[in-house]
């Protein structure tokens, strides 16, 4: 249920997300990504000072006799330390990457598409115009 429950979240912001930035007009530089590797690089950072501190979880977890000793998610446990490490590591030098680099073609071929249609009007209207003014001189 939980998965279902992540996936229903996760995925119906991705979707809603991936609409927005092919319809609307929005900017999207790669010099932009720098803010998702922040907040990526803080939410990591946080899980090791949750860990660190013994914050645990109210409601425990299954994992662990001591509610101090349970992780913000399964697979952020740093009482598994290296396993958690590969996993951190992937993620900051792939999964990030790659999905700031989805959005941005994203919003590329949106804005070159964008250019190819106003050319071709561009033309047609040129080329209009140029029979217009032959068939009158």
Do not use: M
């Not at 995925?11 to 609307?24: E, F, M, P, R, S």
């Not at 001591?66 to 958690?84: F, V």
């Amino acid at each position: 249920e939980t998965y279902v429950v992540w996936l229903y979240f996760h995925g119906t912001q991705a979707i809603i997300l991936l609409v927005d930035l092919l319809l609307g007009r929005n900017a999207l530089y790669l010099k932009h990504a720098i803010f998702f590797f922040a907040y990526v690089l803080a939410y990591l950072t946080w899980t090791v000072v949750h860990w660190r501190l013994r914050i645990g979880s109210y409601a425990g977890c299954g994992a662990y006799p001591d509610k101090g000793d349970c992780p913000i998610y399964n697979l952020l446990d740093w009482n598994k330390a290296q396993a958690t490490g590969i996993l951190c590591s992937i993620v900051v030098l792939f999964v990030v990457p790659l999905s700031q680099f989805t959005l941005w073609w994203c919003v590329f071929s949106r804005r070159l598409a964008d250019f190819l249609l106003h050319r071709n009007e561009d033309e047609s209207d040129d080329e209009s115009a140029s029979d217009e003014e032959t068939s009158s001189g």
